[in-house]
């Protein structure tokens, strides 16, 4: 078990007064076997009033509407979370299911169909090309699979931080051979469903123990796909992890658009903006000092 503080700041500056409409934030992770909330606060500028509620996701969301008008927005979010990692099992091969290609239950195909087809489009068969030199030897697990397709990305895609807002495609990211977290973790999203697999987006935080881990001092994105037996797995290409521990994960969604931390309106005309943003993940200790 780990216990780690985050903050997570996020601020709007405007060069002049402005109104806000709904502010939708996503910054809360949902308690589980795997996660437990000690402590969360919310702090809010302009103050206004909130509201909880999950999205068709599942994810845990407050809408928050500020009153008034001001010249900024700032929304700071604090979790102290105690983390229980779980091993990642070596799958049954006596079960055809777990072999590649991917083979759901009919019960959970009907589930699972939203996240199996892609988003995207390839009309010149960019990633299609891609996907093939992927090919998996004959009965193949389909973990062993997944952990190969992880760790290939990790290797042969250089990880590029970028302040501009949105998600590359999976096209540019492979013209580009780079990315930033977002980029490598739905290019890997957007190919293994095109592969028959049920993927999704997952954002959250990372905790950064060591000088190896990428993505830390924002948030972070990755790939959860959901395996016969196994059930929902984390895998982060942009550090070659899987299931790991450092990973906290605070929304899970069908598109990068719908993971947004914090979006919403405003309302008048607010000049020149600025945009702060800010993640802090530690490990503190029992008595609650940072480790």
């Known amino acids: 078990m780990g216990r780690l503080r985050?903050?997570?700041?996020?601020?709007?500056?405007?060069?002049?007064?402005?109104g806000f409409g709904p502010q939708r934030l996503m910054l809360r992770p949902r308690d589980s076997h795997a996660l437990r909330i000690v402590e969360a606060s919310l702090r809010l500028f302009p103050p206004g009033d909130t509201r909880w509620s999950y999205d068709a996701n599942g994810n845990c969301i407050c809408l928050f509407q500020p009153n008034g008008k001001a010249d900024a927005m700032r929304v700071a979010s604090e979790l102290i979370i105690d983390r229980y990692p779980?091993?990642?099992?070596?799958?049954?091969?006596?079960?055809?299911?777990?072999?590649?290609?991917?083979?759901?239950?009919?019960?959970?195909r009907a589930t699972l169909e939203p996240f199996i087809a892609p988003?995207?489009?390839?009309?010149?068969?960019?990633?299609?090309?891609?996907?093939?030199?992927?090919?998996?030897?004959?009965?193949e697990p389909a973990l062993a699979f997944l952990l190969r397709v992880n760790d290939l990305i990790h290797k042969q895609f250089d990880y590029r931080a970028r302040e501009e807002a949105g998600v590359q495609t999976p096209v540019e990211t492979l013209q580009k051979r780079s990315g930033a977290c977002r980029d490598l973790a739905w290019l890997m999203v957007e190919g293994l469903r095109r592969l028959g697999y049920a993927a999704?987006?997952?954002?959250?935080?990372?905790?950064?123990?060591?000088?190896?881990?990428?993505?830390?001092?924002?948030?972070?994105?990755?790939?959860?796909?959901?395996?016969?037996?196994?059930?929902?797995?984390?895998?982060?290409?942009?550090?070659?992890?899987?299931?790991?521990?450092?990973?906290?994960?605070?929304?899970?969604t069908r598109t990068p658009a719908q993971a947004l931390p914090v979006s919403g309106a405003i309302l008048g005309d607010p000049g020149k903006s600025r945009l702060q943003v800010s993640v802090d993940v530690r490990l503190i200790n029992e008595i609650g000092h940072a480790a």
């Open 6 to 18: 985050i903050l997570h700041e996020t601020r709007y500056y405007y060069e002049r007064p402005v």
């Open 86 to 108: 779980a091993p990642l099992v070596p799958q049954r091969i006596e079960n055809p299911d777990t072999l590649t290609p991917i083979v759901y239950a009919r019960e959970d």
């Open 119 to 139: 988003v995207t489009d390839d009309p010149d068969a960019v990633l299609l090309r891609w996907l093939r030199g992927l090919a998996s030897p004959k009965d």
């Open 200 to 252: 999704l987006f997952a954002t959250g935080y990372i905790h950064s123990p060591n000088a190896q881990i990428r993505g830390a001092g924002a948030t972070h994105a990755w790939c959860e796909v959901f395996l016969p037996d196994l059930g929902w797995l984390e895998f982060d290409p942009t550090n070659g992890l899987a299931e790991s521990p450092d990973l906290i994960r605070v929304a899970a």
